[in-house]
């Protein structure tokens, strides 16, 4: 047996072992790269372990705000203390409004975070009083009083938001009664005809006009003396319900007349609760305005009526009001104005959202209003910020 042996010189092995070893470095180099690599897309996107759902939070509870503003205004906590004109105990308070102690001071507390109630602290007894701006806008008596909006927001918007996730869901070409408008699952009425289901009842009607009450008893100079008013002496307010709109005209322009044309039901609520016989420069005309002949006039007023109503009806309404119109006269719309892009405010966001469960409109951009007014036959569009919710657009009638 012969063995024959081949030996490798020296030099050959080294360089062999010399490969080898980088090829097992670049081999270790890659799996390290490729394990971080996976790593690192692994928690990418991945929350951070202090990570706090704060604003989520704050939104899904949001409600819970909502309520406890409701149910204090309609227990009278606001009043109770407004007319004790002292800060009062909880039981005081309890006893006044007719409730249970636990849960009025829960209540009391939770109203205290809100900074809607003072609370003071003497020898150990804790008592309470309304903040300024409860006593001027949380008390039934005040004359800026919101506690009939909140009234309707509590016992009608808030029920028909219930079913906000149906009408989101709703297709743009299904019926109206089975579509947007929430008020026959809300409510069980038919919501086939917006006004007989916003003025279901009188009681109904009453809420919704003290509403519009309030809204313009805050807002309504503001809209008003967004442009200079003053050239048009007869005014026509179409839709006008509760009158305040009105009684603002007349204030802020003491030569002007206004009408106030609305539903027979809306003017007999109106002059019967809301406009008396010393408002010697308002008066009423009955009618509806997609049906009935309008009152000739320099300038009609449109407050928050376009935003219930799709684009096709709103240039209607508004040709029918350009046909009235004298020359030279002027339609002002009152609406919450969307930002151009459609970025805020948040509240117009939310209002056209309830417009969704409530009406068959939305809120629109000043561009989308102007455009209606364009087709519908005026010019010289304008618009105004106030600065509050609502703000003006003004269209006008050539000579």
Not at 165 to 186: C, H, I, M, W
């Amino acid at each position: 047996l012969s063995l024959v042996f081949s030996v490798t010189p020296r030099a050959a092995v080294e360089s062999s072992l010399e490969t080898t070893w980088k090829k097992k470095t670049f081999f270790i180099a890659f799996w390290r790269s490729f394990i971080s690599s996976m790593a690192s897309h692994s928690t990418e996107g991945a929350p951070s372990a202090d990570m706090y759902p704060q604003k989520i939070l704050e939104y899904m509870e949001g409600f819970l705000i909502s309520k406890t503003v409701f149910t204090s205004c309609e227990l009278g906590v606001f009043d109770v203390l407004l007319k004790a004109e002292r800060p009062l105990s909880a039981e005081e308070i309890s006893q006044a409004v007719g409730a249970s102690l636990d849960g009025t001071q829960r209540l009391l507390a939770a109203c205290a975070g809100l900074q809607l109630l003072t609370v003071h602290h003497d020898k150990g007894q804790v008592s309470y009083s309304n903040t300024e701006e409860a006593s001027v806008f949380l008390t039934r008596s005040s004359p800026l009083s919101l506690c009939q909006s909140i009234q309707y927001s509590s016992r009608t918007i808030y029920l028909c938001w219930h079913y906000l996730t149906d009408a989101v869901r709703s297709l743009p070409n299904v019926s109206f009664v089975e579509g947007k408008n929430q008020y026959d699952k809300a409510f069980g009425v038919s919501s086939k005809d917006l006004f007989q289901a916003l003025y279901r009842s009188d009681e109904e009607m009453v809420k919704f006009m003290h509403l519009m009450n309030s809204i313009w008893n805050i807002c309504g100079k503001d809209v008003i003396t967004a442009f200079d008013l003053s050239p048009f002496k007869v005014i026509c307010d179409l839709g006008g319900c509760s009158g305040a709109l009105a009684k603002q005209c007349t204030s802020v322009y003491p030569e002007c007349t206004v009408t106030i044309f609305d539903l027979p039901k809306v003017v007999c609520m109106s002059q019967e609760h809301f406009v008396s016989a010393a408002d010697l420069r308002i008066g009423f005309r009955e009618g509806d305005f997609f049906k009935d002949s309008l009152p000739v006039a320099d300038l009609y007023i449109l407050a928050r009526i376009l935003h219930d109503w799709t684009d096709e009806r709103c240039i209607e309404l508004l040709q029918r009001i350009y046909e009235a119109c004298k020359p030279g006269g002027a339609v002002l719309l009152v609406e919450a104005l969307l930002n151009e892009d459609g970025s805020g405010p948040l509240t117009v966001q939310l209002y056209s959202l309830n417009m969704l469960v409530q009406t068959e409109g939305r809120e629109r951009t000043d561009a989308q209003y102007a455009a209606l007014l364009t087709t519908a036959g005026f010019t010289n569009i304008q618009h105004r910020l106030t600065g509050k919710i609502y703000d003006a657009v003004l269209g006008y009638k050539e000579t």
